[in-house]
């Protein structure tokens, strides 16, 4: 399983940023994907999932309406659109998937939100 994230950088508050995750090493469109983000001295967290096919995401109350996660199994690709960021989104955003009870993570891109 390989999990490489791609997108993160610096952004100025209310701005926005496409995070993508490229998904290798198993059937893609069998699983659910998430994202998660960890700040420095904090545990990680869940930003966002989606169902296998889609149909089905879930989003941390304080992402809700701002960020937005979805898949293109065709492309073994999940996203996360940022929109309005806050510098309280500053973290390290690492996507995730559970496959047969266990977790693989990619190696996280960094999202920093500063003026």
């Known amino acids: 399983v390989q999990l490489v994230e791609s997108g993160g950088g610096l952004v100025q508050p209310g701005g926005s940023l496409r995070l993508s995750c490229a998904a290798s090493?198993?059937?893609?469109?069998?699983?659910?994907m998430s994202w998660y983000r960890q700040a420095p001295g904090k545990e990680r967290e869940l930003v966002a999932a989606?169902?296998?096919?889609?149909?089905?995401?879930d989003y941390a109350d304080s992402m809700k309406g701002r960020f937005t996660i979805s898949r293109d199994n065709r492309k073994n690709t999940v996203y996360l659109q940022m929109n309005s960021l806050k510098p309280e989104d500053t973290a390290v955003y690492y996507c995730?998937?559970?496959?047969?009870?266990?977790?693989?993570w990619g190696q996280g891109t960094q999202v920093t939100v500063s003026s």
């Open positions: 995730g998937a559970r496959i047969s009870s266990n977790w693989y």
């Open positions: 090493g198993f059937t893609f469109s069998t699983w659910a």
């Open positions: 989606i169902s296998s096919s889609g149909g089905r995401t």
